[in-house]
């Protein structure tokens, strides 16, 4: 084992003496060898020096390389080179340095644990529920806080969205400059089963509670992996860029469609070299997802009381018809092994003794990325279009859309998110398209890749018994700093 310094680190990547302690005392690091250059250096820096540090011995540059080979052959697995220069402490690293990081953010973010969890219930017990868009200010207000706690300097992103619902995403900055890796989630859920699921209830390693999946763990895993590169120093060629946006449960709209309409999802000379999304994964990947048009169709009629129904105009049997062209396309979309769903809400009429005025239901086509998304759109629309030459009175409101989007699995973020799975469990994760709409595609869309791996389970996201293991959260954590420490890994 040969002996090798990395010059020229920024004075930014200079841990401080609390940090080398702290990677000392968990034995990330065995010893350190301290160069001075010139040879001697100022009695109380060296006194300092050795008071501080547990392990470590201290030689001139001259002399380095014998006493570092010496010490290397005989036990260490790792070590650090420091060099005084000037008063000030760049770091080089040898052989197994990055082994070395990566225990040091594993080890960060086990101490973290409880910190996890707390915090993961702070944020369950926020009901952001959308729809309507409820208790967002106080969760823009707890992710700022918890992001002050952790060592960063967060900002507010205003959302262009309606004078009566503003809307705020929260953005940090990890590193100076350099390419960055966006770690991206969405703080609204989808709207309770039940008030008590905004009480948050851990049972053993499980954490119960609305959101806990899907995917507010998700953010507290990034949060920490976030502080875990910091508070050990990894060091990064680039940054991590935290996103904290509101909205993805109604589509995006005035939450990431409104921030990449205004050039704010990815700020212009920024350059990505990626994007991580922790939605409830399951175990695998996600690297492509479905595109999305989501519709409410409302059928107009005339209300009149039972006994003068000839007086008024049934609007739930006006809607038939169109109602069964519609299932009749559903059947012929999933012979091609793709998805519409009519009908997941519908409502019509006040009582049974009262002639319906309104018919209103829900169309949700789903498009594979292999489909033209352009040509279906159009196919399903015109379906509405037909009904009202026929003379139906109709209205139809467009809920969400969005375009299907992939990142091929083999890209090196794909890869470095795989080995990162695989050092953390044992095992490399599969990769599937996702059955429904991501995030990710916003990403995707300008060629930057993106990829979906969250601690939630999907099976039970949105349903009215939603948890997480709280062990899946920790070891999410730990995939997202190793991920991001090997992306951007200085070279
Ligand atoms: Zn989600």
């Known amino acids: 084992m040969g002996l090798r310094f990395v010059d020229g680190l920024e004075p930014a990547c200079v841990p401080d003496f609390d940090v080398l302690r702290l990677l000392v005392d968990r034995l990330v690091v065995d010893f350190f060898v301290l160069v001075t250059d010139p040879p001697l250096v100022p009695d109380d820096e060296l006194a300092e020096c050795r008071a501080r540090w547990r392990a470590g011995f201290f030689c001139a540059a001259s002399a380095v390389e014998a006493m570092a080979n010496a010490a290397i052959s005989a036990t ?43 915090l993961l219930q702070a944020l369950v017990a926020l009901p952001t529920e959308n729809p309507p868009a409820t208790r967002y200010r106080p969760c823009v207000e707890l992710l700022q806080a918890t992001l002050v706690d952790l060592g960063f300097e967060p900002q507010t992103v205003d959302i262009p969205s309606p004078a009566d619902a503003p809307r705020t995403a929260v953005r940090a900055w990890l590193g100076d400059s350099g390419p960055v890796l966006y770690f991206h989630g969405h703080y609204d859920v989808v709207p309770a089963a039940s008030s008590s699921q905004f009480v948050p209830k851990v049972e053993g390693d499980t954490l119960f509670g609305r959101g806990s999946s899907d995917m507010k763990s998700g953010l507290v895993a990034m949060l920490y992996a976030a502080r875990a590169l910091l508070s050990t120093a990894a060091p990064l060629a680039g940054r991590v860029g935290l996103l904290f946006v509101p909205d993805e449960e109604t589509g995006g709209e005035f939450g990431s469609g409104a921030l990449d309409a205004a050039g704010q999802l990815t700020p212009p000379g920024k350059e990505a070299i990626g994007m991580l999304l922790p939605e409830p994964t399951s175990g695998v990947v996600w690297h492509a997802n479905r595109g999305a048009v989501t519709l409410e169709a409302t059928v ?8 003068l129904a000839h007086q008024g105009v049934n609007a739930f049997e006006r809607a038939l018809p169109l109602l069964n062209r519609l299932a009749a396309l559903a059947r012929e979309v999933e012979r091609r092994g793709s998805v519409l769903l009519v009908g997941g809400r519908v409502e019509a009429g006040s009582n049974f003794n009262v002639v319906p005025s309104e018919c209103r239901f829900t169309v949700d086509r789903r498009v594979t990325p292999d489909e033209d998304f352009e040509a279906e ?10 009904a009202r030459a026929d003379g139906l009175d109709l209205s139809v409101r467009v809920i969400q859309e969005g375009r299907a989007a992939s990142t091929p699995p083999d ?40 990829y979906a791996y969250g601690p939630g389970i999907l099976a039970v996201s949105h349903g009215p018994q939603e948890f997480v293991k709280i062990s899946r959260m920790i070891e999410c954590a730990k995939i997202y700093a190793l991920t991001a420490a090997r992306i951007l890994a200085a070279a």
Do not use: N, W
Not at 91 to 116: N, P, S
Not at 419 to 424: G, K, R
């Open 300 to 307: 107009h009629g005339r209300a009149a009381h039972v006994a």
């Open 411 to 450: 890209h090196a973020l794909g890869r470095a998110l795989a080995d990162s799975v695989a050092a953390i469990k044992g095992e490399a994760p599969a990769f599937e398209p996702c059955p429904g709409l991501l995030e990710t595609r916003f990403y995707a869309q300008h060629a930057i890749p993106a």
């Open 76 to 118: 260490s697995r790792t070590f650090m080179v420091l060099r005084i220069i000037g008063g000030i402490l760049p770091f080089g690293t040898i052989h197994d340095m990055t082994q070395g990081i990566e225990r040091a953010l594993v080890a960060a973010i086990d101490a973290e644990r409880d910190a996890m969890r707390d």
């Open 377 to 386: 759109k159009k196919h399903l629309l015109a379906l509405f279009a037909d």
